[in-house]
């Protein structure tokens, strides 16, 4: 919602400057995102007025003007524009001005002839052709109306100083969404009397029956009230109308139809007008439309309707899709002499889901949707009649239809202020505490009763009132306490996984991103996902902001490399990354699909597969994950087959790293080589150590023993390991491995891999021979897998 600063002068005395108004504001509940003033972009720009023209000696198309500017002697001016005559007053930017823009006027020659500035055009002072609609949009603004003082600042001359405030209304509080609504908020929250208008009109003439019937045949319509306009004469609004109407963000279009986007947004009930040549037999029908019918509506679009949108139709068929938008042939025309004023409230919920179907959202649709108050619909019918009136554009005839099936009864609560000071944590007077609700329009009786206003919905229990208390009392007022918290209380195991997690990769230079879940179906294909993988298989958006943004991903490969990318693309030479990423997999029809949640790390840039590998070795081991093994895999479509690993625990498949495919990396344009792992953390913590043992210091000397070893290059190091530990028995107390060889004085096909290997009792000193029996025995047991001491 956007706020005119002059406009809510006619409510309310408000003198703060912008910032001050916005923080205000913004404490008492009611936030705003900005603020904005045509003016300030309008720098040493006044009213000239043109004293002679005569034609340029060397150009066809130019003339040169002599012009007052309120100085002691008038400038010149050279200009290409044909509607210009002696004696017009015109909009001059001076030498050194600026126009909105940051267009900056100084003064040059053309064509040999000096010119000492601009005369401006609506469009160059950021004015268009409907706020201006007697102007020649192809010339020179000539002010034709009012007195104008030459010299004067043409800001003032054409009172453009007026400050756009953006709210951002929460939908709980439909009532803001007019000026009325945030006009009573900036009257409470700086303590101003606040003056309502009392819209009402001072000559009617005829009876309403004679023109109009109307039939209400839906529970959807909650009140519909009408009135009828005769001797309408259609012609644009006055200056003030229009530029308010402006500085909201509305366009100009006429007299009638503005009078209705003025009373929108100054009680923010949307209004329709008809023309009543349009409705057959004078009878206007609301009701839920029927199959197969169409309305042609004011955007020139064809909607096919059905029974569950409501329509204001006639006799003939559907006039207006109720709460959404008119129809073309309804609409107010330059021939039009009579109308019908409409101002009804309709369920909410109907006409969301009448505009989500037609895909159309208006001004009138987001505001019925959030509720509206229907005890405001006379009240705007009134004032639109009150403004056609003052504006003299026709004569209201007399009697109002007002269709009010279930009148709203009042909610009434219970003022209890040792509640509310207990609920809140102060001191407030009780005094005080109904002064604030007074100045919100609520009713405080004597037997501490209250009575919301019917515009109020959201204030339904007694913490409500506590809340309209507390943020006019002033929310930096109310002291800061420590929370109550049990005894016991402490994060989840799963809570304490998840901290782990980041502390050892922040510790081992890991930077942490978050992403977003929702992306595109293409990202499977980028990571060259087959047709046929179930990880295609995801939850589908039903109404996504975009294709980009359609799917829940499955898997959390795509964001990471996504985030190397854009490194890779600003110029960063090395990157190392970790995400926490939920991923969602279907769980059946209608359920809730499971989110699991998997790490990805992610790097480039001075690293090899042995890096990352590295990384989650080092992770598990801080997790006290013991037992994983990594497992060469060729298969995965995203990684290169040969340096790629699976993660194994317990027989589980728990993970997957390795180097990125290079087709893969170049779809995503990074150049250097890269890796990226994934891992089940639910997995990971289901297989983690929660008690942990300590030992004593050893109090023997260990003996060590380095065997090289010769295998078949298929031979995995992990299953040498295994076998080892398995052999060494309870005496190992250490396994390491640390070379491997492949040269000229190994057959080919074999490989060298060298380990130390650290034995120590808890009971002797171990002798050689203990040593040697025990490397006796690995090696035994390590000859069915091919593996043999090298020589």
Not at 380 to 385: N, Q, V, Y
Not at 610 to 624: A, F, P, R, S
Not at 662 to 690: C, F, H, M, N, Q
């Amino acid at each position: 919602m956007i706020l005119s600063y002059k406009w809510l002068q006619d409510y309310t005395e408000i003198d703060a400057a912008p910032r001050a108004y916005a923080e205000a504001m913004s404490m008492s509940g009611s936030k705003v995102e900005g603020w904005e003033n045509l003016a300030d972009e309008i720098k040493n720009v006044v009213v000239g007025k043109v004293l002679s023209i005569e034609k340029h000696p060397d150009a066809d198309k130019l003339v040169v003007c002599q012009v007052e500017v309120g100085g002691a002697e008038p400038i010149q001016i050279c200009t290409g524009a044909t509607n210009l005559y002696p004696g017009a007053v015109v909009p001059v930017a001076l030498h050194d001005s600026y126009l909105p823009g940051g267009v900056h006027i100084k003064k040059g020659k053309l064509r040999g002839q000096v010119s000492n500035g601009m005369m401006c055009s609506f469009a160059e002072l950021g004015l268009t052709e409907h706020d201006c609609p007697d102007q020649d949009a192809d010339g020179i603004m000539i002010l034709k109306d009012g007195s104008y003082t030459v010299g004067e600042d043409i800001v003032t001359a054409l009172e453009l100083d007026d400050l756009a405030v953006e709210f951002e209304i929460t939908s709980n509080r439909p009532d803001c969404l007019s000026m009325i609504g945030l006009a009573r908020e900036s009257a409470a929250t700086f303590r101003k009397p606040l003056r309502l208008p009392d819209p009402r009109v001072e000559h009617e003439s005829g009876d309403i029956g004679d023109y109009l019937k109307v039939d209400v045949e839906t529970e959807n319509c909650l009140r519909y009230a009408a009135k009828v306009v005769k001797n309408v004469k259609i012609g644009p609004s006055p200056k003030w109308m229009r530029d308010r109407l402006r500085v909201c963000g509305i366009r100009p279009i006429s007299n009638i139809v503005d009078i209705t986007n003025y009373v929108l947004l100054e009680y923010g009930s949307p209004m329709h007008a008809f023309d009543y040549q349009q409705v057959e037999n004078g009878h206007i029908i609301v009701r839920q439309a029927r199959p197969g019918e169409t309305l042609e509506t004011l955007d020139g679009v064809v909607r096919h309707l059905d029974e569950t949108m409501m329509v204001i139709a006639d006799e003939q068929g559907p006039s207006v899709v109720a709460g959404v938008m008119g129809g073309e042939k309804s609409g107010i025309a330059d021939d039009t002499t009579t109308i019908i004023f409409e101002s009804a409230c309709f369920a909410g919920p109907s006409v969301r889901r009448t505009s989500k179907k037609l895909g159309l959202r208006t001004e009138s649709s987001s505001r019925y949707e959030k509720g509206l108050d229907p005890e405001t619909c006379i009240s705007a019918l009134l004032r639109a009649c009150q403004l056609v009136e003052q504006l003299g554009a026709g004569e209201v005839v007399g009697g109002v239809i007002d269709c009010y099936p279930a009148p709203k009864a009042p909610t009434v609560l219970h003022l209890d202020a040792d509640y509310t000071n207990r609920f809140l944590g102060t001191e407030i007077p009780k005094e005080d505490m109904v002064k604030y609700l007074e100045s919100l329009e609520f009713e405080v009786r004597a037997d501490d009763s209250i009575v919301v206003p019917s515009f109020r919905s959201d204030v339904a229990h007694k913490a409500d009132v506590a809340e309209e208390i507390a943020r006019l009392y002033g929310y930096d007022k109310i002291p800061s306490t420590l929370a109550q918290t049990a005894d016991e209380a402490e994060l989840t195991r799963e809570q304490k996984f998840a901290r782990t997690i980041r502390q050892q990769l922040v510790g081992m230079g890991l930077y942490e991103i978050i992403t977003y879940t929702f992306i595109s179906p293409k990202y499977y294909d980028n990571i060259r996902l087959p047709a046929d993988s179930p990880l295609r298989d995801s939850v589908t958006i039903r109404n996504p902001l975009g294709e980009d943004t359609s799917v829940m991903r499955t898997t959390a490969l795509p964001s990471m490399l996504d985030i190397l990318s854009k490194n890779y693309a600003n110029r960063n030479l090395s990157c190392r990354l970790f995400e926490l990423a939920t991923v969602y997999e279907k769980a059946g029809d209608d359920q809730l699909p499971n989110e699991p949640e998997h790490l990805t790390l992610g790097m480039y840039g001075d690293c090899d597969f042995y890096t990352i590998k590295g990384v989650c070795q080092g992770l598990l081991d801080g997790l006290k994950v013991p037992g994983c093994r990594f497992i060469p895999c060729a298969d995965h479509p995203t990684f290169h087959p040969g340096r790629c690993a699976e993660i194994e625990l317990d027989g589980k498949i728990v993970g997957v790293i390795g180097e990125v495919y290079p087709e893969v990396a170049a779809g995503y344009g990074i150049k250097p080589r890269t890796y990226i792992a994934e891992l089940d953390i639910a997995s990971l913590l289901a297989g983690a150590v929660e008690t942990v043992t300590y030992k004593p210091l050893p109090k023997f000397p260990a003996s060590t023993r380095d065997l090289a070893l010769v295998c078949d290059e298929e031979i995995l190091v992990g299953d040498i390991t295994e076998s080892i530990q398995h052999s060494a028995g309870k005496l190992l107390e250490k396994v390491e491995f640390f070379d491997i060889y492949r040269g000229k004085q190994l057959p080919e096909g074999k490989k060298s891999v060298a380990f130390k290997i650290v034995l120590r009792s808890e009971s002797e000193t171990l002798t050689d021979k203990h040593a040697d029996d025990i490397v006796a025995k690995i090696l035994k047991n390590l000859a069915p897998l091919g593996v043999s001491l090298r020589a």
